[in-house]
């Protein structure tokens, strides 16, 4: 089967965006949780606190690394992959990527080494200072990227004058309808991201040796953050529905299995087999009647100016996003967040029975723990993915498309990309992977802990 070089393109422009995203959440949740460990190091003098602290840090340092450099690919591939997009969006993305750019070189420049390397140079309120400027300064920088992202799925704030957007209103760009939610769905992964790993990691270490008292905090914390992003995502992923049914009505009738303008909604949960068929009014179709709810949903599907609900035979078939990718990844990201809710309801009836050292936790909650360490990070890309393969087939929502704007290079020039992409991303991945487990086995000085098995 011939694969078209808009798909290739598509697949290497999200793969590039989601290895970026993941740490740039990563650094951005565990920048916060380092500023309030070095807090409680300094508040309360507790060597527990400062070794967190100092564990941590490395892997924040890592995953910072990773995030800036993965986001040279990405600004390579949109002149690359897109070549006219920058000229089309270049007064609206240039100067919001200058302001990310600058935020963030003045936090490495100014406040990153500070707090890598001068803790000893520098008082304790200097270095918390530096701490939390890190992390602040890395917030901003995400921000504007957001501001970005959101603006594409909601233009606001700018026209598109002669093939090129204006901007008319700085302010209305900024703060968009898409820009809170979309940044506090990238808060609330970043949150789950880092608070699963923090669990994973401290009950793999368990279930080796005994843990320090530093461990045993992390343990704690690590509940408390993933507890907090769990909240927070599932208060922005309703935020976020009810935004994409306003300005994205044909996303928000695919994403609810929602086929017949009008019609009474049954909200197609799991089981379900969806079929793409010949025309827009046919495009889902639940096989299984019983997989249906009977629950009305009017809060998550767009209305036309009459009231009527807009369902997918509503929709011009070339503007629909891809109904069943889309479909099945709003069903994988409810049933990740129903797992990470289970995981984390059994460890907190567990450590409030038994106390909230790990080690006397049963053996099977250990292992369910460590192998939850990554499901923060599968929850946030699956959420991330639905919001951007829910854009397709724009790149600006409503007005450029992918296939208008695709490179003139042939499909195998960019299988030669992808896979080299793809490769590439797979060694940092699994680099990052294996510094991780080597620290938590070790410590940040390689030294074998006692107790601990081969």
């Known amino acids: 089967?011939?694969?078209?070089?808009?798909?290739?393109?598509?697949?290497?422009?999200?793969?590039?965006?989601?290895?970026?995203?993941?740490?740039?959440?990563?650094?951005?949740?565990?920048?916060?949780?380092?500023?309030?460990?070095?807090?409680?190091?300094w508040r309360r003098p507790d060597a527990a606190?400062?070794?967190?602290?100092?564990?941590?840090?490395?892997?924040?340092?890592?995953?910072?690394?990773?995030?800036?450099?993965?986001?040279?690919?990405?600004?390579?591939?949109?002149?690359?992959?897109?070549?006219?997009?920058?000229?089309?969006?270049?007064?609206?993305?240039?100067?919001?990527?200058?302001?990310?750019?600058?935020t963030l070189f003045l936090v490495k420049s100014v406040f990153m080494g500070v707090m890598l390397f001068g803790q000893r140079r520098v008082s304790d309120p200097a270095h918390v200072f530096a701490v939390f400027a890190v992390a602040l300064g890395l917030t901003c920088t995400i921000f504007w990227g957001v501001v970005l992202q959101s603006w594409t799925h909601v233009p606001k704030g700018a026209t598109l004058i002669d093939g090129r957007y204006q901007v008319i209103d700085w302010a209305?760009?900024?703060?968009?309808?898409?820009?809170?939610?979309?940044?506090?769905?990238?808060?609330?992964?970043?949150?789950?991201?880092?608070?699963?790993l923090m669990l994973g990691i401290t009950a793999w270490q368990a279930g080796?040796?005994?843990?320090?008292?530093?461990e045993r905090l992390t343990f704690r914390t690590g509940l408390g953050v993933a507890l907090l992003g769990l909240a927070m995502q599932a208060l922005a992923l309703d935020g976020t529905a009810r935004m994409t049914a306003h300005y994205q009505p044909a996303t928000a009738a695919a994403v609810a299995g929602y086929r017949d303008s009008g019609s009474a909604p049954d909200l197609v949960w799991f089981g379900g087999s969806v079929t793409t068929r010949q025309?827009?009014?046919d495009a889902v179709q639940a096989q299984n009647p019983t997989t249906q709810k009977q629950?009305?949903?009017?809060?998550w599907l767009g209305h036309d100016a009459q009231g009527t609900l807009i369902g997918l035979d509503a929709v011009d078939e070339d503007a629909l996003p891809p109904v069943e990718t889309v479909f099945w990844l709003a069903r994988l990201a409810l049933l990740t967040w129903f797992v990470m809710a289970a995981v984390l309801l059994v460890t907190s009836g567990v450590a409030a029975v038994r106390g909230a050292d790990p080690g006397g936790q049963p053996r099977a909650l250990l292992r369910m723990q460590f192998w939850s360490t990554f499901l923060g990070a599968v929850a946030w890309l699956t959420v991330w993915n639905l919001v951007e393969i829910g854009?397709?087939?724009?790149?600006?929502?409503?007005?450029?498309?992918?296939?208008?704007?695709?490179?003139?290079?042939?499909?195998?020039?960019?299988?030669v990309g992808l896979v080299a992409t793809a490769v590439l991303y797979a060694v940092l991945l699994t680099g990052f992977v294996g510094m991780l487990f080597h620290a938590a086995r070790y410590g940040v000085v390689p030294v074998r802990k006692p107790g601990a098995r081969a």
């Open 1 to 41: 089967m011939e694969i078209s070089a808009l798909l290739l393109a598509r697949v290497q422009f999200a793969l590039s965006l989601n290895f970026h995203v993941l740490f740039a959440a990563l650094a951005l949740a565990l920048g916060w949780v380092l500023g309030f460990f070095r807090w409680m190091a």
């Open 49 to 102: 606190w400062m070794a967190a602290y100092r564990f941590w840090v490395r892997i924040f340092a890592l995953a910072f690394i990773l995030a800036l450099a993965s986001a040279l690919p990405v600004l390579f591939e949109l002149g690359t992959l897109w070549p006219a997009l920058l000229e089309r969006v270049g007064n609206v993305a240039g100067p919001l990527l200058a302001f990310g750019v600058t």
């Open 172 to 196: 209305e760009l900024i703060l968009n309808p898409a820009m809170g939610w979309y940044l506090a769905l990238f808060a609330a992964g970043g949150v789950l991201t880092t608070g699963f």
């Open 208 to 214: 080796r040796r005994p843990l320090e008292d530093g």
């Open 279 to 281: 025309g827009p009014s």
């Open 295 to 299: 629950v009305t949903a009017t809060r």
């Open 391 to 415: 854009r397709t087939p724009f790149l600006v929502w409503g007005t450029l498309t992918q296939e208008d704007l695709l490179t003139e290079v042939g499909a195998q020039s960019l299988w």
